[in-house]
């Protein structure tokens, strides 16, 4: 078959292709971005599903508006306002997770060869995503702090970029967060250049002690004119269920529109019943307890994690203890003879009963080798700690 030229410079998920070797029986994972299964509201979203079925059945197994369903995103509306952004219901739609709104971004903003500048390193699937459309993409450096503003500033100017794609609360994968200083520059930056920036935040509910800074969405009515080159995308899968396939996308008229047409022709709208039952559960306030569950078990095991590392694994790795979010990303040091190769450490890591994603897929050009993500929200205390002994073992 001869299929579409855009294909050529797209490869499988480096991520799903290792799942591919999770199969081996007692092999403890720590490469999914999945959250915890166990700490699902079960009964909340079953009682959501009763009660939209029950009551008005009809419009839920429907077909719907490809906006969304009308109660779902006056719900999205007042949870974004209990996080400080103004957002009225018309001002996004509903999309079948946010990876779909990153995709309807890329469908509508990107011709073959336009550039893009990403966080390097960034969201693996965002790669994807972006160059399947003929994205140039170009990486930005981060440190703790999330993007450098200072470098991001420069290759703007250098590359003119149609848009900037940011995760800047526990990025995926760095773990990072965007200071509140940056986020205001980058802000002023796309007011001056006139430069799309995508703020994607799947995580930033999932914090341990202290609230992250407020998002560039509810910082923008503090920069003039900021909220016409600024798209943000949110989702339910990583703080209710990712099986819902819940997500939405907030963004300037114009772009919201396209958006909307593209959907059209991809999937004609969300799952009407997935929606209602996000909206139900909204309505039932359930979901500040079952975050605060959330936030308890990902901070304890991001401690038991940060520890079992120092302890196992000492000077053949460096690390930054996430604040949130699900990763820890972290470099080997290659001291005293040991991996600096963190493929090579993954396959020996494989062989002693342990998993973890190497870096090198989340960088869009130039990676660095050494880097490894580690996510600590699937697997339990005992899990870590074990797995943990057993990365030590695959040092040797």
């Not at 399947?132 to 991001?152: E, Q, T």
């Not at 994968?173 to 002023?188: D, V």
Request: aromatic share 8%; hydrophobic share 45%.
């Amino acid at each position: 078959m001869q299929f579409a030229q855009r294909l050529q410079n797209v490869e499988t998920s480096a991520i799903r292709e290792l799942f591919k070797l999770l199969g081996k029986p007692g092999i403890i994972s720590f490469a999914g971005g999945f959250p915890d299964p166990a700490l699902f509201d079960v009964e909340g979203i079953a009682a959501a599903s009763e009660a939209v079925l029950k009551n008005n059945p009809g419009p839920v197994l429907q077909y719907g508006a490809t906006e969304g369903y009308q109660p779902l995103r006056e719900g999205i509306s007042r949870f974004m306002a209990g996080k400080g952004s103004t957002v009225t219901p018309e001002g996004l739609i509903v999309t079948t997770g946010s990876q779909q709104a990153l995709d309807l971004i890329g469908k509508c903003m990107i011709s073959p060869g336009d550039k893009v500048i990403v966080e390097a390193p960034t969201f693996l699937a965002t790669i994807q995503c972006f160059r399947l459309y003929g994205a140039h993409i170009i990486g930005a450096p981060i440190d703790a702090d999330g993007v450098d503003v200072d470098r991001l500033e420069a290759l703007m100017k250098e590359h003119q970029p149609k848009l900037v794609y940011l995760i800047p609360t526990f990025g995926n994968p760095s773990g990072a967060t965007l200071s509140l200083e940056r986020r205001k520059r980058i802000l002023e930056i796309a007011v001056r250049t006139r430069t799309l920036v995508v703020e994607d935040d799947p995580y930033g509910e999932l914090y341990f002690d202290q609230a992250p800074p407020a998002s560039m969405l509810a910082l923008s009515d503090g920069v003039p004119g900021s909220r016409d080159w600024l798209a943000h995308c949110g989702s339910f899968s990583k703080i209710l269920s990712p099986g819902l396939r819940v997500g939405w996308m907030i963004a300037p008229p114009e772009l919201l529109a396209k958006a909307t047409m593209c959907k059209q022709f991809s999937d004609a709208h969300t799952s009407n019943l997935t929606q209602a039952i996000c909206a139900h559960y909204l309505t039932q306030d359930r979901l500040g307890d079952t975050l605060a569950v959330v936030r308890q078990t990902y901070a304890e095991r991001a401690r038991v994690m940060a520890q079992a590392l120092r302890r196992e694994l000492g000077d053949a790795i460096d690390f930054n203890a996430p604040q949130g979010g699900m990763f820890f990303w972290a470099r080997l040091t290659g001291m005293n003879g040991q991996p600096a190769q963190a493929a090579e450490f993954a396959k020996r890591a494989i062989d002693q009963g342990v998993a973890f994603v190497p870096g090198a897929p989340f960088y869009a050009h130039d990676p660095d080798l050494a880097t490894l993500r580690l996510s600590f929200a699937t697997a339990d205390v005992a899990k870590i700690e074990e797995g943990m002994a057993r990365l030590k073992l695959a040092l040797a």
